[in-house]
Structure formats: C-alpha cells, structure tokens
C-alpha cells in the first residue's frame, strides 16, 4: 500500500492532459515525418510523466494549508506520506526525468528542465506563480499547453502544416488556459482565506467563465485555419457546455464543463493510438479502487 501510495500521490489522473496532448500531437508529427512511434517517443512520455509527478508531490508541500481549507484529499494531511518522503520523491522524478530528456536530445533536455522550474516556483515561494492571478494561468497554458507539445519534435524539425507546427502549441496554450480558469472557481472561498489572489478570487465567477469562454473560441479559430476538424469540434462542444454554465449555478455542470474537454482530448488520443485507451481503462479501475480502499470514496467522477 506504502508504493500505491506514491504512486496515487502524483495524482496519475491530473496527467491526462500531458499524455493525451503529447499523443495527439505525435499522431500528426508522424503523419507528416512518415516516422513511426519509438522507443523515444516512450521515453519522452515517461520523462514527461516523472516532471508532470514532480510538479504534484512539490504542489502538496506548499498547498498543505489550503488544501485543507478547501476540504482536498490529503496524502499528507492523512499522514499517509511524510514530508521527508515527499521531498525525496520530487528530487527523484525532477532528477531522472532531466536525465531521460538530455539523454534523447538537448533540446528536450532544457524543455523538460522548463517544465520542472515551472512547476517549482508554481507552487514554491517566493513566487508561487499559482497563487498570482496572470502568472498562474500564464504557468499553466504555457508550461502544458506550450512547452508539452514541442517535446514530441525533440531534434526541433517543425513543420507549419495543419497543426503539427506552432498552430498546435497555440490552439493546447489557449484550451489549457480555458481549463485552468474554470478549476480556480471551485477553489475560490479556500483560496481567499489561505491569502490568494487566483482570478476567481479577484474576478466574479460569471466573469471567469467568460473569460474561458473566449479562449474556448479563439482555439476553435486557431483549428479551423488549420482545417482540423476534430479540434474544432472539441472546442465547439467544451464551449456549449460552458455556455450553459454561464446561466446555471450547478457546481454538477460546471465540474462537467471542466473535465468535458480532458475526457474528449483523451478520446480522441486513444482513437490515435488504441493501447492507451487500455492504459486509460486500467489506470480508471485501478485509481477507483485504490481510492475506495484508502479513502473510502468514489473517484474519479465525471461531475
């Protein structure tokens, strides 16, 4: 259980936006470089899930206070893990997926180095991006949305073709971003009393919808210039969900607006590539279980 416990702390299920990014953005590098998935394309997965788990345990250091406030699931308030253990984990996953990244290129060295400070002064003062209302969703859309899926042209070879080139980054920074916004909502009364600044803390709610709304539909630009229906669609759907939030105060639909464009990216990445929907499939079971038998609740839900 001590091992399940590491492992369910890096929060495997939050990772679902790297892989399925990463995916989809392979599928149409390799469409275009007649190249074939490869060992390297594993390793950058792997480099990508240790930085994306290094980000979580060093989040939980710093959010401990907060993360009680805001009644969150708690490894370490649970004392399931030590802080002594926590810290070793993060040293352990920034460390070797540094090593993965530099060992395939330079340029996926220093990208995946990004993404590790990224992650730490997200969380870690004195800047603790994540409690600052720009720099934490900026932090977000790029660290994700940007910086992820330039990892899979790892030699830099980059392509202006549909969305393989930087039409990609942009159309996952703008989603990214979206997504982000509408998770500081729930957060907000927790956050204010902890003394943070999130857009939802500074903002109205409706307003930060809107604000997502609006890079909802500048991403349904950015893929339709680049004529890729499917992306126009997720976008389109994400933004019919957010609209009917926009009218309702059910946190049902606005939790469902929040997870809707993850579980469609998802998707549409294990229509690319069908083992990772077995992947997806056995991590669901396995993370329902786990957390039945530790926590004694159902999760994940979809609302």
């Not at 969305?163 to 729930?186: E, K, M, S």
Request: hydrophobic share 55%.
């Amino acid at each position: 259980m001590k091992i399940l416990d590491y492992i369910f702390a890096a929060r495997p299920l939050l990772h679902l936006p790297v892989w399925s990014i990463y995916l989809v953005t392979l599928h149409y590098h390799l469409e275009l470089s007649k190249d074939s998935f490869a060992l390297s394309d594993i390793l950058m997965l792997l480099a990508l899930t240790l930085a994306t788990s290094a980000s979580y345990y060093i989040n939980q250091i710093y959010d401990y206070e907060s993360d009680l406030l805001n009644d969150k699931l708690g490894f370490l308030q649970k004392e399931y893990i030590s802080f002594a253990e926590i810290k070793t984990l993060y040293y352990l996953c920034a460390a070797i997926s540094i090593g993965i990244a530099f060992y395939l290129s330079n340029l996926a060295g220093f990208l995946i180095l990004a993404l590790i400070v990224l992650g730490a002064i997200y969380s870690a003062p004195p800047l603790r991006l994540k409690d600052r209302p720009i720099s934490g969703l900026l932090a977000n859309a790029i660290g994700y949305g940007f910086i992820v899926p330039l990892t899979v042209m790892p030699d830099m070879t980059l392509h202006n073709d549909g969305l393989l080139g930087w039409d990609n980054p942009f159309y996952f920074t703008l989603t990214i971003g979206a997504i982000y916004l509408l998770t500081t909502i729930p957060d907000k009364e927790g956050d204010r009393k902890a003394g943070k600044r999130t857009l939802a803390v500074i903002l109205s709610t409706p307003l930060v919808k809107l604000l997502a709304l609006i890079l909802l539909i500048d991403s349904v630009v950015i893929a339709h210039s680049s004529n890729f229906l499917l992306l126009v669609i997720l976008s389109a759907i994400s933004i019919l969900i957010l609209i009917i939030s926009l009218f309702s105060e059910s946190e049902k639909i606005l939790f469902f607006a929040i997870k809707m464009p993850i579980l469609l990216l998802t998707l549409l990445a294990g229509y690319f590539f069908f083992y990772y929907v077995l992947f997806i499939v056995a991590l669901l079971i396995g993370t329902r279980l786990y957390y039945r038998k530790r926590f004694n609740m159902d999760y994940p839900k979809l609302t």
